[in-house]
């Protein structure tokens, strides 16, 4: 596919966004910013919410592509998660069929499959067929995405690829994001495979970096193209000495899902 020129950036006042604001750029892309928050420095970026048919529709309107990273990316109550998540990305979608938008980059999570035994480290046991065990209502969320882009692209030819994210921060902080880390540049790659990558129809990737120690394949995310060039190998020595080796007898450490299993960090607002 040809370089999408404008992209449509959701949740573009949020952790990832903020990096994927410096990061996507250099690849050629104008990128449209939307967010419930203001977006820091940029007094164009449109704040709205989800919620907003009307203003997520004239979001979409002229766009070549949607990075959707806007919703709730911790545990929280369903009623919530039903009007961020669930109807909010439905909303994104019908604002993209309405005009006419193509192709969609989704950002679902591990949380979708958080429940799925971990493997041992380095295995790339969890293939792209392991079957949806989300660990909390947000991974659930995740799990719709995922459903709702393979419904538009049989019913409306809309393209997406779903990312099952794993942790994209500057660097791994615990020692499971070891297995899962990617960085912000490799996630730049990525989503610029993403968007390029020809005939994806609905796709779902695993998404982090060639990490040595890592839980999942990568193969349909090579397949989009991307070729990930970070490992969290150096920050092993550092976190294992602070935190130790995972515990097979620590039901936190017992899942791909980690704490979201049996403690789910909650989203503040
Ligand atoms: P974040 O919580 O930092 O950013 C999410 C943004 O979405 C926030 O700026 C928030 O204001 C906005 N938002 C929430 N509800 C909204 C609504 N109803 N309408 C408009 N905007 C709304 O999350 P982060 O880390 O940047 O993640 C981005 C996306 O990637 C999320 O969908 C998250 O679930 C997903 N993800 C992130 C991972 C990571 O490691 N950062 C891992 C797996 C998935
Ligand atoms: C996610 O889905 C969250 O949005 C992110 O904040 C991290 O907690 C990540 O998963 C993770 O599993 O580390």
Redesign the pocket.
Same mark, same amino acid.
């Given at each position: 596919m040809t370089a999408p020129r404008t992209v449509l950036l959701t949740g573009a006042a949020g952790?990832?966004g903020t990096l994927m604001r410096e990061l996507l750029p250099p690849y050629g892309y104008r990128l449209r910013l939307f967010d419930q928050r203001p977006v820091d420095g940029e007094p164009e970026a449109i704040t709205a919410d989800l919620a907003d048919r009307a203003a997520v529709r004239e979001a979409v309107r002229g766009v070549d592509a949607i990075i959707h990273f806007a919703g709730i990316?911790?545990e929280a109550p369903f009623e919530q998660i039903l009007r961020a998540n669930i109807e909010g990305t439905y909303h994104l979608y019908e604002a993209a069929r309405e005009e006419g938008v193509r192709r969609i980059v989704f950002?679902s999570?591990?949380?979708a499959v958080?429940f799925t035994p971990r493997p041992a480290d380095g295995s790339g046991a969890i293939g792209i067929g392991t079957p949806r065990r989300p660990d909390t209502y947000?991974?659930l969320s995740?799990g719709f995405g995922e459903d709702l882009a393979s419904l538009y692209w049989d019913l409306h030819g809309i393209e997406t690829v779903s990312l099952r994210? %794993?942790?994209? &921060?500057p660097r791994p902080t615990?020692v499971?994001?070891l297995s899962?880390w990617m960085s912000p540049a490799d996630c730049a790659r990525l989503l610029h495979a993403a968007l390029t990558a020809e005939g994806v129809g609905h796709t779902v990737a695993y998404a982090s970096s060639a990490n040595t120690r890592l839980w999942w394949d990568l193969t349909t995310a090579r397949a989009l193209g991307y070729t990930p060039q970070d490992d969290s190998e150096p920050y092993a020595a550092e976190l294992i000495a602070a935190q130790g080796e995972l515990d097979p007898d620590n039901p936190e450490h017992a899942h791909l %899902?980690?704490a &979201?299993c049996t403690d789910p960090?909650r989203w503040p607002y």
């Open positions: 952790g990832l990316s911790l950002a999570s591990n949380h958080g947000y991974g995740k994210i %794993g942790s994209c &921060f615990t499971r994001m899962i %899902g980690g &979201f960090p």
